[in-house]
Each structure stands twice: as structure tokens, then as C-alpha cells.
């Protein structure tokens, strides 16, 4: 039994070593991407591209309200929870498409709300009925509701909806 319990614990040791070892890597690879990365948003600022790359969120909805209305714009809400897969998705494939990206940015102020925070998410959640995620409210510039849409929506279906929104609102002007 004597054996059997150094033996454990010999493998153990250096499975504990070679899981540090391969912990220690993937860190120092993280940390030099990470600065790779910092260094090509960097030039896409400087270039003028920067809104094209990544969507500007906002997480109050009062200073998203107050920015569109400064801007002219629409606000866009999104509410999401952390369980949600299909929120996942929609952040990991559609509002990282360009041509999303370049909308949203260009006539939207995007604000991101978890509707499970015990807080404004979930406060704004109830005031709307909220009955599924990931839920997209626009609102106007003053806060009023424009358009509620429900569901995953892939890139070319959620720019065909967010246009409808933006061009509806235009109209509206």
C-alpha cells in the first residue's frame, strides 16, 4: 500500500508540473497576443478604420440614451443572459460582421443589458414583458420603444433588420 500511495503521488507531482508548465505557456502566448492585438487597434485608429472593427457597447442605458440623443441616433438594446447560447453566438458571429459593425456604429448607440443583474438589465427586462433571449430593443433618441425583435439572427438577416430600424426612423424624421 506504501508503494502504491508514492507511486500516486510521484505522478501526481508531475502531472502537477507538466499542467503548470503548459499553464505558464499558454500565458506568456496570451500576454504577447495581447500586445500584438493592442498594437494593430492602435493603428486602426489611426487610420480611421477602428469603427469597422469591433462595436462600441455601452452598459447604461441612461448615458446611451443621452448619447443618442446627442448624436441623432437610435439606440439599440441587447438583452442577453449569461446562460443563453444563442446570445453567445450573435455577440461571436454577427456583431463582429463588418457591415454590421459599420452600421450599428454609424447610426446606433449600442447599449448591452443583462436582464438577470438585479439591477437596470433586469429592470428594463420586466418593464418590456422580456419572454426570451437574446431580445434587441430599439428605442429613439428620447427612450421611446421603436421595435422589439426576439432570436439569433445571422449577419445578412440582422443588417436587413437593423437597416429596416434605421431607415423606418429616418422616415419618421
Known sequence: MKNLLETVVARVNRWDIVLLSV???????????AESAGADQAGAAA??????????????????I???????????????TDWCGWCKRLDRDTYTDA?????????????????????QGEAFAKQ?????????????????LRATSYGYRNPADFLDMIKG???????DN
Open 47 to 64: 487610420d480611421g478604420t477602428a469603427l469597422a472593427r469591433k462595436l462600441v457597447w455601452v452598459h447604461d442605458l441612461q448615458a446611451g
Open 23 to 33: 499553464l505558464a505557456g499558454f500565458f506568456v502566448r496570451m500576454d504577447s497576443w
Open 99 to 119: 457591415s454590421v459593425l459599420e452600421v450599428l456604429n454609424s447610426q446606433f448607440v449600442c447599449v448591452k443589458l443583462d436582464a438577470e443583474d438585479g439591477q
Open 66 to 80: 443621452q448619447s443618442a440623443k446627442k448624436g441623432n441616433k437610435l439606440v439599440l438594446v441587447d438583452l442577453y
Open 165 to 171: 430600424y434605421a431607415s423606418s426612423a429616418s422616415a
Open 128 to 144: 418590456h414583458k422580456v419572454r426570451g433571449y437574446p431580445c434587441i430593443i430599439v428605442l429613439d433618441s428620447s427612450g421611446k
